[in-house]
T-cell receptor
């Protein structure tokens, strides 16, 4: 159980375009979803926390107008990178948790974004 | 604010041997969870083991066990009978119980199992 999917797994886009990444909890209702960014050979950095039906809470230094997060249902959260630039190229990972998971987060497989 | 420190950027060990990965953390909270996550080359994060701070007994999961020293704020992971599939990045992580469930990760230890 506790499977989280992400789509797409890999995306290449041109500078200035927007890219949407989907995160879905397949077999449970995710009350909270998290978005992380991971640079090569580095740890995961939390970007934002989102609760279903409410606005996301962004970490310090993360531009909320650039990284739009929507958590419209208990099984889906989306991250939109607006006006992407090469420095936004990274590995983006989502995770999800529910009330019964004892603070455990279930991670998606990640999305590799390359901005040309 | 919580911090998690992993002082070993890289480690390697022969297959079938035992290896211990170190993790220390700093917090003023008394009720929290600690985790070890594994990230293999596929980059999928996999939970290895979880420890609840209010439990004195060290958690174990098959070949994986922890040495949880609450007073010292230490949470090391021992992998016994290491296997080639254990090759991965290992991240220690902390979260406050009953909080907003944010995970604070350490910088990771890259473990290589040598055949």
């Amino acid at each position: 159980g506790a499977v989280v999917s992400q789509h797409p797994s890999w995306v290449i886009c041109k500078s200035g375009t927007s890219v949407k990444i989907e995160c879905r909890s397949l077999d449970f209702q995710a009350t909270t979803m998290f978005w992380y960014r991971q640079f090569p050979k580095q740890s995961l950095m939390l970007m934002a926390t989102s609760n279903e039906g409410s606005k996301a809470t962004y970490e310090q230094g993360v531009e909320k107008d650039k990284f739009l997060i929507n958590h419209a249902s208990l099984t889906l959260s989306t991250l939109t990178v607006t006006s992407a630039h090469p420095e936004d190229s990274s590995f983006y990972i989502c995770s999800a948790s529910d009330w019964s998971s004892y603070n455990e987060q279930f991670f998606g497989p990640g999305t590799r974004l390359t901005v040309l | 604010a919580q911090t998690v420190t992993q002082s070993q950027p890289e480690m390697s060990v022969q297959e079938a041997e035992t290896v211990t990965l170190s993790c220390t953390y700093d917090t003023s909270e008394s009720n929290y969870y600690l985790f070890w996550y594994k990230q293999p080359p596929s980059r999928q994060m996999i939970l290895v083991i979880r420890q609840e701070a209010y439990k004195q007994q060290n958690a174990t999961e098959n070949r994986f066990s922890v040495n949880f020293q609450k007073a010292a704020k230490s949470f090391s992971l021992k992998i016994s009978d290491s296997q080639l599939g254990d090759t991965a990045m290992y991240f220690c992580a902390f979260t406050v119980r009953g909080g907003n469930e944010k995970l604070t990760f350490g910088t990771g230890t890259r473990l290589t199992i040598i055949p």
